[in-house]
């Protein structure tokens, strides 16, 4: 019998800010991350292949969400004023996936301190919901099994 997979409905996002949970940031349609490592290679004399070593250059992602509360605006002032320097540069933003597998184990990946990029506003037409999708980077990220 093949093993159960993973839905979205079992995956569950969360951004922490400055005042803690920011519960604005809860109809999340999608989320990606990237675990970006780069490969270095290289040739030496003497030698048929070359050897290889690994980098961890960091993590990006983006969330796409619909906007169903007035305090999501206030998050994306937090994130300006931390661009213009206008809050402490100790501003912390966090973001948790909690993924819930099928055999009952919970697995949380924490990107920590991460910085948002370029947040739009997407208003499509009249019967469409508001929406936005907003970039992520940051240097670390832990899983806790």
């Known amino acids: 019998m ?13 951004v922490t800010g400055p005042q803690g949970n920011i519960t604005s940031i809860d109809a999340v349609q999608s989320f990606e991350a990237e675990h970006e490592i780069d490969i270095l290679s290289e ?4 030698e048929v292949a070359e050897r290889k070593d690994e980098i961890f250059m960091g993590i990006s992602g983006k969330l796409e969400l619909h906007i169903a509360k007035v305090e999501y605006l206030a998050f994306a002032q937090q994130v300006i004023d931390k661009a213009q ?18 055999d009952g184990r919970v697995v949380r990946a924490i990107y920590r301190d991460v910085a948002f990029g370029t947040i739009p506003l997407s208003v499509g037409g009249r019967e469409e919901y508001v929406s936005t999708s907003i970039e992520f980077q940051g240097s670390t990220v832990r899983f806790l099994f």
């Open 2 to 14: 093949a093993d159960k997979r993973i839905r979205g409905q079992e995956v569950l996002i969360s």
């Open 85 to 102: 320097r206008r809050i402490p540069a100790t501003t912390v933003f966090n973001i948790t996936a909690t993924l819930s597998f099928p």
């Open 43 to 46: 040739g030496y004399l003497g």
